[in-house]
C-alpha cells in the first residue's frame, strides 16, 4: 500500500497568516493527490483533486501544488472558518489511502 | 441539492454483524461510482472500499477483506455496506461518498454513521 505522511500534525496560526502543510507520498503517484478539509461532526469537504485543480465553490485562497512524491496545500490569508483538520489523500493505487491529518488551530 | 445520507449504524458485539445504508438524491446515482470511508475515534480517514456503476468492479482495503461487502442498487439510490465477523477495531463513523471517476476524488460525503463494536 502507499503511505502518506503529512507534517506537521499540528499547527497554531492567527486569522490572516499564511499556512502550508506538506505530504509525502512512499512512491511516485504523479498527480494523483487529493485534498480535504474535516470538521468535527460534519462531512469531510473536497478541496483540492489532481494536486493543484480547486474544486468548485472552493475559495480562491487555496492552493495545491507538487508532483511525484511532495505535495502541499497553502492558505493563503486564513479565515476563521478555516480552523479544522486538513487531510491528503492518493489515488493512484488501490486501496486509496490517507495521510494522518493536520489539525489547524487558533 | 446533492444528498448522501447513511443509516444503519449502532451497537453490535464483536463478531456481530451490520447493514449500513447511504441513500442518494440531488445527482444521477446509477453513472456514479461510490465509496465507503471511515474515521476510527480520534483517528484519521481510512478507504474501506469502492464499486463501480454496475457492481462488476468492487475493491476493498485489506483490513475488510472477506468481511465486508459493498453493494448497490440503483433503482432505489442506495448504496450499502454488509458488514460481518466485526472487530472492536472496525468502530468508526463510517461515510458513504460519491466517486469523481474522472479525476479519481471523493466530491461529495455524507454525514456519517457510527458503528460500534463492544461487548
Known amino acids: 500500500d502507499i503511505q502518506m505522511t503529512q507534517f506537521p500534525s499540528s499547527l497554531s496560526a492567527s486569522v490572516g497568516d499564511r499556512v502550508t502543510i506538506t505530504c509525502r507520498a512512499s512512491?511516485?503517484?504523479?498527480?494523483?493527490l487529493n485534498w480535504f478539509q474535516h470538521k468535527l461532526g460534519k462531512a469531510p469537504k473536497l478541496l483540492i483533486y489532481?494536486?493543484?485543480s480547486l474544486q468548485s465553490g472552493v475559495p480562491s485562497r487555496f492552493s495545491g501544488s507538487g508532483s511525484g512524491t511532495d505535495f502541499s496545500l497553502t492558505i493563503s490569508s486564513l479565515q476563521p472558518d478555516d480552523f479544522a483538520t486538513y487531510y491528503c489523500?492518493?489515488?493512484?493505487?488501490?486501496?486509496?489511502?490517507f495521510g494522518q491529518g493536520t489539525k489547524l488551530e487558533i | 441539492e446533492m444528498q448522501l445520507v447513511e443509516s444503519g449504524g449502532g451497537l453490535v458485539q464483536p463478531g456481530g454483524s451490520l447493514r449500513l445504508s447511504c441513500a442518494a438524491s440531488?445527482?444521477?446515482?446509477?453513472?456514479?461510482?461510490m465509496s465507503w470511508v471511515r474515521q476510527a475515534p480520534g483517528k484519521g480517514l481510512e478507504w474501506v472500499a469502492n464499486?463501480?456503476?454496475?457492481?462488476?468492479?468492487?475493491y476493498y482495503v485489506g483490513s475488510v477483506k472477506g468481511r465486508f461487502t459493498i453493494s448497490r442498487d440503483n433503482a432505489e439510490n442506495s448504496l450499502y455496506l454488509q458488514m460481518n465477523s466485526l472487530r472492536a477495531e472496525d468502530t468508526a463513523v463510517y461515510y458513504c461518498?460519491?466517486?469523481?471517476?474522472?479525476?479519481?476524488?471523493?466530491?461529495?460525503w455524507g454525514q456519517g454513521t457510527l458503528v460500534t463494536v463492544s461487548s
Open positions: 489532481g494536486a493543484s
Open positions: 512512491q511516485d503517484i504523479s498527480t494523483y
Open positions: 440531488g445527482f444521477t446515482f446509477s453513472t456514479y461510482w
Open positions: 489523500q492518493q489515488s493512484y493505487g488501490t486501496p486509496w489511502t
Open positions: 464499486m463501480n456503476q454496475d457492481g462488476s468492479e468492487k
Open positions: 461518498a460519491r466517486d469523481w471517476r474522472q479525476h479519481l476524488a471523493l466530491d461529495y
